[in-house]
């Protein structure tokens, strides 16, 4: 046997610089600060001006604390929408903004005093907002470069922050705008109140807890019925989970659908008593109060209490409590489901008493104050509290304590468990307490309020709208994604109340308005207005004192005859004005009014989204968007909500120091972020495998792409049909990806990327063609035809990537053109023209054919009768497609036969010492086939 010679020289193998491990922790800061000095963001202003805008609003994340996992998504959600907007060829500028007032800032200024054990209230006012605003100011800063380390491409120089004095000139402008329109009341209503921090609290900024609390059945003596004077000495029952409500009873609700009882039972004490509770609760009341039996003395229908009376158990007190509790109608609310169906009215602290109150001319009487103690010169519990304390709730506690005094208690435990709100910032219960507020009423008629849809315009004349209805047809205009979204924030919009305007903090653009003391009016003057606005443009929320009043209401008003309000406006407010400051004000020159897109999770159906929504159509008729888009939350990977307390959080900050910020982006790309999805370590490493396979698409189209000219390039017509389908697949995965582009749709645009990488290129066209690459002479017909198909793909990938794996694909363009600028100015890549739906049958069936090969072949390769595909024989049947199947299936030969089944065997083929294939040409393993020995002799006449 003659020596062989060592062909591997002569292979051309793929040569690239391009590292197959990424490396991504060391290597992305570099890329980030490459872009920062070139200033990739104004190049690509530059490189789009004219062109058609899409405006993707920024929602301001709350300035406070390092960014969290649910920040990495939302902002990774935004960065890709305009991304692949910019890459469309679309003008799609991108603001980022931060909510900078509120409580949540000052509250933990506050905190820094209460480590201090120093009281805020003492501080100056200019003084504690100056903290603030330097807590804020650091916070964004802290951010500011978290966000862009994860590759977002904004104008990060220039955000928008809501305590920016020309932002607050701004939303002082939008609320006199209300105030103008008579779009703003003063009354007192209960709210949601926390006395912990306070101040009333939107619905946004509370959540809801499994508690236990204290339940107790009170008798409340019946004086006056009269129609039914047979209950005169009865005692009705009300049942209720907040004991430190009775002390504010001004009433008793029934209901008038409801059978009541009345009964004579023997109480716990073993007193025997008349009760009147309601028939479907007898038995639970009875062993509430530890009764044996009851006798039926009468039925009560709910009509006979019309008109009747009874006495607070307190009477004895004199003053406010010994005033008669008159008996209302209350059948909208009242139920028997639980208690007694008889409810107690504390107009103070629940929506329905209020306004059940109210419709008889009973007012509330404040007589808890702002940090849950009764007022000091109240009859009963005078200066004690906090009412929210369990303690004082308890049965031992001094309510229940002093109603069993006074006869009046009859049952009391600790064992009811139920939902309760809580504020999300301080964790502490929250309660329902009538205050003096300002409002934006939802359902008050003005002419002021114009609908932008001219199919309104002859309804408006006929029935001027309200701000509900506004907000309805807004939202019916409006597209949600997921459609979900819709019925969501419509609910909402439908059954809230009144927007709650004020708070009782010093953190906040103030209230700007001057009520006078004897009519109790705002004052509504335009010129008072200029100046007020103009003070605050100049120097911000401190402009609003009491020392400038007069310099605002100037000759024609004394200061001294009007009350400046002191309260400042609900933080969401400010963050619904952001669509004015932002996309009107001229400052961002690129935005524009209305915005295409508003993206956030989905609790800001109740916060952004909504605020949004009433501030625009208050003022403007529609909504600042045209699209909502919201995402679901992050769990962690059982699913379970992540919590500090749990340890099972996952810090984007420490994923990008060990794994790299495409990464997370690839993670956030890939689930379906309109549902609740998750992370974890096993996840991220799925991701990573993801990610490695992507890595190694590119890294063998850069090395196969080696030395690639354009005189190697051919056109589509005379390539082989395996070019020309691979072209047709890929103009099907660019529709594909428009599409996930208009739907939003990330998760079907990564996968479908992905697996045409994986599925259509690594695992079958690179599969197939490596022989004609590393084989076939550089001037042969097909190579050039593949070499020209893999530069069609690199220029067309690399782009679909560069808005998913932002840092990637920079390095993977910069290693193949170093002086080609950046991937991110490239606009959406021109294919050739291929839609033909008979090749891409012909080849799916040729495709299905090789996928049984492949499987056929394994058994014998895992037995090692076969070292690989190149030397097996495949049998295939007759009616196969016409094709060179032993190049598709990368075999030595196929033979058709008779029957659908596929046979496979080891072949008696010699090996080609270089392309390694079997052939019948090759006499001696080793030697070389025909194709082989003229490249070679080629290369050895050139050397």
Same mark, same amino acid.
């Given at each position: 046997?003659?020596? =062989?010679?060592? !062909?591997?020289?002569?292979?051309?193998?793929?040569?690239?610089?391009?590292?197959?491990?990424?490396?991504?922790?060391?290597?992305?800061?570099?890329?980030?600060?490459?872009? =920062?000095?070139?200033?990739? !963001?104004?190049?690509?202003?530059?490189?789009?001006?004219?062109?058609?805008?899409?405006?993707?609003?920024? /929602?301001?994340?709350?300035?406070?604390?390092?960014?969290?996992?649910?920040?990495?998504?939302?902002?990774?959600?935004?960065?890709?929408?305009? $991304?692949?907007?910019?890459?469309?060829?679309?003008?799609?500028?991108?603001?980022? /903004?931060?909510?900078?007032?509120?409580?949540?800032?000052?509250?933990?200024?506050?905190?820094?005093?209460?480590?201090?054990?120093?009281?805020?209230?003492?501080?100056?006012?200019?003084?504690?907002?100056?903290?603030?605003?330097?807590?804020?100011?650091?916070?964004?800063?802290?951010?500011?470069?978290?966000?862009?380390?994860?590759?977002?491409?904004?104008?990060?120089? @220039?955000?928008?922050?809501?305590?920016?004095?020309?932002?607050?000139?701004?939303?002082?402008?939008?609320?006199?705008?209300?105030?103008?329109?008579?779009?703003?009341?003063?009354?007192?209503?209960?709210?949601?109140?926390?006395?912990?921090?306070?101040?009333?609290?939107?619905?946004?900024?509370?959540?809801?807890?499994?508690?236990?609390?204290?339940?107790?059945?009170?008798?409340?003596?019946?004086?006056?019925?009269?129609?039914?004077?047979?209950?005169?000495?009865?005692?009705?029952?009300?049942?209720?989970?907040?004991?430190?409500?009775?002390?504010? @009873?001004?009433?008793?609700?029934?209901?008038?659908?409801?059978?009541?009882?009345?009964?004579?039972?023997?109480?716990?004490?073993?007193?025997?008593?008349?009760?009147?509770?309601?028939?479907?609760?007898?038995?639970?009341?009875?062993?509430?109060?530890?009764?044996?039996?009851?006798?039926?003395?009468? !039925?009560?229908?709910?009509?006979?209490?019309?008109?009747?009376?009874?006495?607070?158990?307190?009477?004895?007190?004199?003053?406010?409590?010994?005033?008669?509790?008159?008996?209302?109608?209350?059948?909208?609310?009242?139920?028997?489901?639980?208690?007694?169906?008889?409810?107690?009215?504390?107009?103070?602290?629940?929506?329905?008493?209020?306004?059940?109150?109210?419709?008889?001319?009973?007012?509330?009487?404040?007589? %808890?104050?702002?940090?849950?103690?009764?007022?000091?010169?109240?009859?009963?519990? /005078?200066?004690?509290?906090?009412?929210? @304390?369990?303690?004082?709730?308890?049965?031992?506690?001094?309510?229940?304590?002093?109603?069993?005094?006074?006869?009046?208690?009859?049952?009391?435990?600790?064992?009811?468990?139920?939902?309760?709100?809580?504020?999300?910032?301080?964790?502490?219960?929250?309660?329902?307490?009538?205050?003096?507020?300002?409002?934006?009423?939802?359902?008050?008629?003005?002419?002021?309020?114009?609908?932008?849809?001219?199919?309104?315009?002859?309804?408006?004349?006929?029935?001027?709208?309200t701000l509900r209805t506004v907000a309805k047809d807004a939202i019916a205009d409006t597209r949600f994604i997921p459609e979900k979204g819709r019925n969501r924030i419509g609910s909402m919009v439908e059954g809230r109340p009144d927007w709650v305007l004020s708070r009782q903090r010093a953190w906040g653009v103030p209230i700007t308005l001057f009520v006078d003391r004897k009519s109790g009016q705002y004052l509504n003057d335009p010129a008072v207005n200029s100046r007020i606005i103009a003070a605050v443009r100049e120097g911000g929320v401190d402009a609003w004192s009491d020392d400038r009043a007069q310099e605002y209401l100037g000759n024609d008003y004394a200061a001294a005859d009007y009350e400046r309000v002191a309260d400042i406006l609900d933080v969401w407010f400010d963050s619904g004005s952001t669509h004015a400051f932002v996309l009107e004000s001229?400052?961002?020159?690129?935005?524009?009014?209305?915005?295409?897109?508003?993206?956030?999770?989905?609790?800001?159906?109740?916060?952004?989204?909504?605020?949004?929504?009433?501030?625009?159509?208050?003022?403007?008729?529609?909504?600042?968007?045209?699209? %909502?888009?919201?995402?679901?939350?992050?769990?962690?990977?059982?699913?379970?909500?992540?919590?500090?307390?749990?340890?099972?959080?996952?810090?984007?900050?420490?994923?990008?120091?060990?794994?790299?910020?495409?990464?997370?982006?690839?993670?956030?790309?890939?689930?379906?972020?309109?549902?609740?999805?998750?992370?974890?370590?096993?996840?991220?490493?799925?991701?990573?495998?993801?990610?490695?396979?992507?890595?190694?698409?590119?890294?063998?189209?850069?090395?196969?792409?080696?030395?690639?000219?354009?005189?190697?390039?051919?056109?589509?017509?005379?390539?082989?049909?395996?070019?020309?389908?691979?072209?047709?697949?890929?103009?099907?995965?660019?529709?594909?990806?428009?599409?996930?582009?208009?739907?939003?749709?990330? @998760?079907?645009?990564? $996968?479908?990327?992905?697996?045409?990488?994986?599925?259509?290129?690594?695992?079958?066209?690179?599969?197939?063609?490596?022989?004609?690459?590393?084989?076939?002479?550089?001037?042969?017909?097909?190579?050039?035809?593949?070499?020209?198909?893999?530069?069609?793909?690199?220029?067309?990938?690399?782009?679909?990537?560069?808005?998913v794996l932002v840092f990637t694909a920079e390095e993977v363009w910069l290693t193949r053109y170093p002086a080609g600028g950046s991937v991110h100015l490239l606009e959406w890549p021109e294919l050739p023209a291929s839609d033909d739906a008979a090749l891409a049958e012909r080849w799916a069936d040729l495709r299905a054919l090789r996928a049984q090969v492949l499987e056929a072949i394994e058994p014998l390769r895992r037995e090692k009768v076969l070292g690989s595909g190149l030397e097996a024989t495949v049998t295939v049947p007759a009616s196969a497609p016409d094709a060179d199947l032993a190049e598709l299936?990368?075999?030595?030969?196929?033979?058709?036969?008779?029957?659908?089944?596929?046979? %496979?065997?080891?072949?008696?083929?010699?090996?080609?010492?270089?392309?390694?294939?079997?052939?019948?040409?090759?006499?001696?393993?080793?030697?070389?086939?025909?194709?082989?020995?003229?490249?070679?002799?080629?290369?050895?006449?050139?050397?």
């Amino acid at each position: 046997m003659t020596e =062989q010679r060592d !062909y591997r020289s002569t292979v051309f193998l793929p040569k690239t610089e391009f590292p197959m491990k990424a490396g991504l922790p060391q290597k992305e800061p570099g890329i980030l600060a490459r872009w =920062q000095e070139q200033d990739i !963001y104004a190049q690509t202003r530059a490189a789009r001006a004219g062109r058609e805008k899409f405006i993707l609003h920024d /929602g301001p994340p709350y300035a406070n604390g390092d960014m969290h996992i649910g920040h990495a998504l939302n902002h990774i959600l935004k960065d890709m929408v305009v $991304r692949t907007q910019t890459l469309l060829g679309k003008d799609a500028p991108y603001v980022p /903004g931060w909510d900078c007032h509120g409580l949540p800032i000052e509250w933990k200024v506050e905190e820094q005093y209460r480590k201090k054990k120093l009281d805020k209230d003492q501080v100056d006012p200019v003084e504690f907002r100056a903290e603030c605003r330097a807590y804020a100011q650091h916070w964004v800063d802290v951010q500011r470069e978290q966000l862009k380390r994860l590759g977002i491409n904004g104008d990060w120089d @220039n955000p928008y922050l809501t305590m920016d004095f020309q932002a607050e000139a701004t939303i002082v402008t939008e609320l006199l705008k209300f105030a103008e329109t008579g779009q703003l009341y003063r009354g007192a209503k209960p709210v949601m109140w926390s006395p912990v921090e306070k101040t009333a609290l939107a619905e946004a900024e509370v959540e809801y807890e499994d508690i236990v609390s204290t339940q107790i059945d009170v008798a409340f003596e019946i004086v006056t019925c009269p129609e039914a004077e047979e209950l005169v000495g009865a005692k009705a029952v009300i049942w209720t989970t907040t004991p430190w409500t009775i002390p504010s @009873n001004q009433a008793i609700a029934y209901g008038a659908p409801v059978d009541y009882i009345l009964l004579r039972a023997t109480g716990a004490s073993g007193s025997e008593d008349r009760y009147v509770v309601a028939e479907p609760l007898i038995d639970a009341f009875l062993k509430r109060i530890g009764a044996d039996g009851f006798k039926m003395e009468m !039925y009560v229908k709910g009509p006979l209490l019309a008109g009747a009376t009874a006495r607070h158990p307190m009477h004895a007190l004199g003053g406010f409590f010994a005033k008669p509790r008159p008996f209302l109608d209350g059948s909208d609310f009242v139920t028997t489901e639980s208690g007694t169906g008889l409810v107690h009215m504390a107009p103070d602290h629940g929506e329905d008493d209020f306004l059940l109150c109210k419709k008889h001319g009973i007012e509330p009487v404040f007589a %808890v104050e702002g940090d849950g103690k009764f007022r000091a010169d109240w009859l009963w519990m /005078g200066g004690q509290g906090s009412v929210i @304390n369990p303690k004082f709730n308890a049965p031992d506690g001094p309510i229940c304590s002093d109603l069993r005094e006074a006869g009046g208690l009859l049952a009391a435990s600790t064992d009811y468990k139920h939902s309760y709100p809580h504020s999300w910032r301080s964790k502490a219960k929250i309660i329902f307490r009538c205050t003096p507020q300002w409002f934006v009423p939802m359902d008050r008629e003005s002419e002021h309020l114009v609908r932008q849809d001219e199919r309104y315009a002859l309804l408006d004349e006929v029935m001027p709208p309200t701000l509900r209805t506004v907000a309805k047809d807004a939202i019916a205009d409006t597209r949600f994604i997921p459609e979900k979204g819709r019925n969501r924030i419509g609910s909402m919009v439908e059954g809230r109340p009144d927007w709650v305007l004020s708070r009782q903090r010093a953190w906040g653009v103030p209230i700007t308005l001057f009520v006078d003391r004897k009519s109790g009016q705002y004052l509504n003057d335009p010129a008072v207005n200029s100046r007020i606005i103009a003070a605050v443009r100049e120097g911000g929320v401190d402009a609003w004192s009491d020392d400038r009043a007069q310099e605002y209401l100037g000759n024609d008003y004394a200061a001294a005859d009007y009350e400046r309000v002191a309260d400042i406006l609900d933080v969401w407010f400010d963050s619904g004005s952001t669509h004015a400051f932002v996309l009107e004000s001229g400052r961002w020159p690129d935005l524009q009014w209305p915005a295409d897109l508003y993206l956030e999770g989905s609790d800001q159906h109740r916060g952004w989204f909504q605020s949004s929504l009433l501030e625009s159509c208050a003022t403007r008729g529609r909504a600042p968007y045209k699209t %909502v888009l919201t995402h679901g939350f992050t769990m962690d990977q059982k699913g379970l909500k992540m919590s500090k307390s749990l340890g099972n959080t996952i810090d984007p900050l420490k994923v990008m120091e060990s794994n790299g910020a495409d990464i997370i982006r690839l993670w956030a790309l890939s689930v379906d972020y309109t549902e609740d999805h998750r992370i974890g370590d096993e996840i991220l490493k799925g991701v990573a495998d993801q990610y490695r396979k992507l890595r190694n698409t590119f890294r063998y189209l850069l090395g196969a792409l080696e030395g690639f000219e354009e005189t190697e390039r051919v056109t589509p017509s005379v390539m082989p049909e395996l070019e020309r389908y691979v072209l047709a697949l890929l103009a099907r995965l660019d529709a594909t990806l428009k599409q996930a582009i208009a739907d939003f749709d990330f @998760n079907t645009y990564v $996968r479908s990327l992905t697996d045409f990488c994986n599925e259509d290129l690594s695992a079958f066209f690179f599969d197939i063609r490596k022989d004609s690459l590393y084989c076939d002479a550089p001037a042969d017909a097909k190579r050039m035809a593949y070499r020209t198909v893999l530069d069609t793909l690199f220029h067309a990938l690399v782009r679909y990537a560069a808005p998913v794996l932002v840092f990637t694909a920079e390095e993977v363009w910069l290693t193949r053109y170093p002086a080609g600028g950046s991937v991110h100015l490239l606009e959406w890549p021109e294919l050739p023209a291929s839609d033909d739906a008979a090749l891409a049958e012909r080849w799916a069936d040729l495709r299905a054919l090789r996928a049984q090969v492949l499987e056929a072949i394994e058994p014998l390769r895992r037995e090692k009768v076969l070292g690989s595909g190149l030397e097996a024989t495949v049998t295939v049947p007759a009616s196969a497609p016409d094709a060179d199947l032993a190049e598709l299936f990368i075999s030595a030969q196929v033979t058709r036969a008779q029957g659908d089944g596929v046979t %496979v065997s080891r072949t008696s083929y010699h090996k080609c010492g270089r392309c390694w294939r079997h052939l019948p040409e090759v006499t001696e393993d080793g030697t070389l086939c025909a194709r082989c020995d003229d490249v070679v002799e080629g290369m050895d006449v050139s050397a």
